[in-house]
């Protein structure tokens, strides 16, 4: 009996630079192509890189021409980046835990990618909607 190769519909890669995630890459990737799924967006191709404020603070300088650190990037290259340290400060700050917030940023990173903005107050609460739609789902 000849083998057949499932070939997996979405890509997902998850890298990490100077930074721990409390959770494998493996599982990350699972979470985000289960996000994917839940939008409808399986086939698309995204790299989630998981790094330190000074990484994102760079990233945002010379992306966004922000000095300051932040919590998630997302790029129509299909690239996320993501503070673990800001996951870190805001898990403490809402008294969530840092999987928790890493998951959300997850979340926040893949909706900016399929056309979500929270630029607007209108356009924040929609998303802010669809987040929490997703984590409760997922």
Known sequence: ??????????????????????????????YASRVLGELGSRKRSINILFLDDKGIRRLNRKFKNRRAATDVLAFET?????????????AK????GISDELKLYIIH???????YDD???????KMRKKEKELLDKI
């Open 1 to 30: 009996m000849a083998k057949t190769r499932t070939e997996r519909k979405d890509r997902t890669a998850i890298l990490t630079q100077d930074a721990r995630l409390p959770f494998s890459k493996e599982t990350a990737r699972k």
């Open 78 to 90: 299909g690239d996320i980046a993501i503070s673990v340290d800001t996951a870190g400060k805001n």
């Open 93 to 96: 700050r809402f008294g969530t």
């Open 109 to 115: 990173g893949i909706l900016h990618l399929s056309g």
């Open 119 to 125: 630029t607007l107050f209108g356009d924040r609460k």
